[in-house]
């Protein structure tokens, strides 16, 4: 279950079994991708979602432009997959960073546009992060 809506100006998503991302307010409207992402990953808990982008401004999704990559996290090994990026759109961003954040009992953190977390730099080709 994935909720989703506007926090002062920021777009937050929070995928309620584990895994939440931001990105600073405009950064991914109107064909503006984000070029850095921060995912909060709150453990306890295995949990997994798909990233999904598009040009956002028009519907050539409908043909088959847009792309995905996919995160998994296992809480026994404590490792989060960035997987392949499958698909791609006009604009897309080659390389990005992601600023990964644990959240844990032992290690709360406020949501925070600027919290501090392990840089991952992606290029397409699946990661796995130790947290």
């Not at 937050?12 to 991914?28: D, N």
């Not at 997994?48 to 028009?58: P, Q």
């Not at 996290?73 to 990964?100: C, S, W």
Request: aromatic share 12%; net charge negative.
């Amino acid at each position: 279950m994935i909720d989703e809506g506007p926090t002062n100006g920021t777009t937050f998503r929070f995928l309620r079994c584990a895994i939440a991302t931001t990105s600073a307010p405009g950064s991914a409207t109107a064909g503006q991708p984000a070029s850095e992402i921060t995912l909060y990953v709150y453990t306890g808990k295995d949990g997994a979602f798909t990233l999904y982008e598009d040009e956002g401004v028009n519907y050539n999704y409908e043909k088959g432009q847009y792309a995905t990559i996919p995160f998994a996290y296992n809480d026994a090994e404590g490792t989060l997959v960035i997987g392949d990026r499958t698909g791609d759109f006009p604009g897309m961003l080659k390389e990005r960073t992601f600023n990964v954040v644990k959240v844990s009992k032992d290690q709360p953190q406020p949501f925070d546009l600027k919290a501090k977390g392990i840089t991952v730099k992606y290029d397409g080709k699946a990661q796995t992060v130790k947290l």
